[in-house]
């Protein structure tokens, strides 16, 4: 498909287990984005990747958050031992960076629950 | 502290109502983006403002910039079910590059 593809859709795991989770950006799109959004909050920033620049790590929660973005292409957002207050949906963007302002195109997420 | 406000948080109205909902910022912002999201999915955008007092209407939508680029509003005329959903604000900081900040949201129900 044309759009922003995420998985797993749902996660469920165990307090203190880790996970990944995949996002393949729109093809052609350099800047990728990680957000974090509890039940019918906003969105909380993650994380950032723009072409070859050293990624904008700033809204990582704590050091159990890791991302890495290989081939400038497909993302995975870690999270290591797992704790409650991880439990949210997590939505990955794309955007082609144009001089002006870019629209986010978002996935539908991964809701993940930390049991 | 939540860089941009949005007012208010719930909103549940009847079909064919108007309403008018707020985005509110201390800082200034080089743009501003409106999104409307539905359960399960995720955000799109509606419109983008850049222009300091610039107004743009989509349909019943009628989205307006602040003079001094830090606040918008969002106008939603003549309300209808398929209208519900979460809306969100976002800006591109002027000082924070591309990097989108989004506001708590305002989750809309537009009751038939």
């Known amino acids: 498909g044309a759009g922003v593809s995420q998985s797993p859709s749902n996660k469920v795991t165990e307090k203190g287990k880790d996970v990944e989770l995949r996002c393949d950006p729109i093809s052609g799109h350099t800047a990728l984005y990680w957000y974090r959004q509890s039940l019918g909050q906003g969105l909380e920033f993650l994380i950032y990747f723009q072409g070859n620049s050293a990624p904008d790590k700033s809204g990582l929660p704590s050091d159990r958050f890791s991302a890495e973005r290989t081939g400038g292409s497909v993302s995975t957002l870690t999270i290591q031992r797992t704790q409650q207050e991880d439990s949210a949906v997590y939505l990955c963007?794309?955007?082609?960076?144009?001089?002006?302002?870019?629209?986010?195109?978002f996935g539908n997420g991964t809701r993940l629950t930390v049991t | 502290t939540q860089l941009l406000e949005q007012s208010p948080q719930f909103l549940s109205i009847q079909e064919g109502e108007n309403l008018t909902v707020y985005c509110n910022s201390s800082?200034?912002?080089?743009?501003l983006q409106w999104y409307r999201q539905e359960p399960g999915e995720g955000p799109v955008l509606l419109v983008t403002?850049?222009?300091?007092?610039e107004v743009k209407k989509l349909k019943r939508l009628t989205f307006q910039f602040g003079d001094a680029r830090k606040d918008s509003s969002l106008h939603i005329t003549a309300a209808q079910p398929g209208d519900t959903g979460l809306y969100l604000c976002?800006?591109?900081?002027?000082?924070?590059?591309?990097?989108?900040?989004f506001g708590e949201g305002t989750q809309l129900t537009v009751n038939p």
């Open positions: 800082s200034v912002f080089s743009s």
């Open positions: 963007a794309s955007s082609q960076p144009t001089g002006g302002v870019s629209p986010l195109h």
């Open positions: 403002v850049v222009t300091g007092g």
């Open positions: 976002a800006g591109e900081e002027e000082t924070s590059g591309s990097r989108l900040t």
